[in-house]
């Protein structure tokens, strides 16, 4: 297979760009980073990209990919459709596609808004984004009793999907004590061959 021209803009600690960045090195696909601060965002040649001037966006030759999860559900239908970080059997799948899902909702505007209001200037009640926080980890806690990774018995774009925010809560503010098991899903997670760990920021 030729090899792919891909470019991954981002930021270090963006857990969206990392959950992009760590499946483009577990898949060894080569690729370019282009740091994507907000000054950069907001300039007419990255919103030529992506409109909303969001990041993580991914350029694969003449076309532009947005959105973390479409990213990601991209890369691995077209370069590594047999690999098992996206099932293709509908059960097993569907179990995926529901953790890319809390991803996009519990997770942003809990332990990701959160960490987002401590360190990095978000707008929102840190109140309201700790009480989401709380609900989900309990429910994740629960969920991994047993488990060693969020869908099925071997990692998937499930547990990228899911695991900077999560990682990082503390620096939001939202602490892992009383979660043994997510800890240890954590770790399990982290000792995937090549996985690439997300930037720490000073916890609060």
């Known amino acids: 297979m030729t090899q792919p021209t891909l470019t991954l803009y981002g ?17 060894e696909l080569p690729y370019v980073y282009i740091e994507a601060p907000a000054k950069v965002r907001a300039t007419e040649t990255f919103r030529k990209l992506n409109p909303l001037g969001q990041i993580p966006v991914l350029v694969d030759q003449e076309r532009v990919f947005c959105d973390s999860g479409a990213i990601m559900i991209y890369l691995v239908q077209k370069y590594a459709p047999d690999s098992g970080w996206l099932p293709t059997e509908p059960a097993e ?35 309201t984004a700790s009480e989401i926080a709380t609900r989900l980890l309990r429910f994740m806690e629960q969920h991994l009793a047993g488990r060693s990774f969020l869908a099925l018995d071997h990692p998937t774009l499930a547990d990228l999907a899911c695991y900077g925010y999560i990682a990082h809560a503390p620096e939001g503010g939202i602490s892992l004590e009383a979660y043994p098991n997510i800890r240890g899903w ?16 000073p916890i609060p």
């Open 186 to 201: 954590l770790k399990n997670v982290e000792a995937l061959p090549n996985f690439k760990l997300m930037p720490d920021l």
């Open 93 to 127: 799948a569907a179990q995926v596609y529901r953790w890319l899902f809390i991803a996009a909702g519990e997770l942003r505007y809990g332990p990701a808004q959160a960490r987002g209001i401590r360190q990095l200037g978000w707008a929102g009640e840190h109140v």
């Open 11 to 27: 930021t270090p600690t963006s857990g969206h760009t990392h959950r992009v960045e760590a499946l483009l090195v577990l898949l």
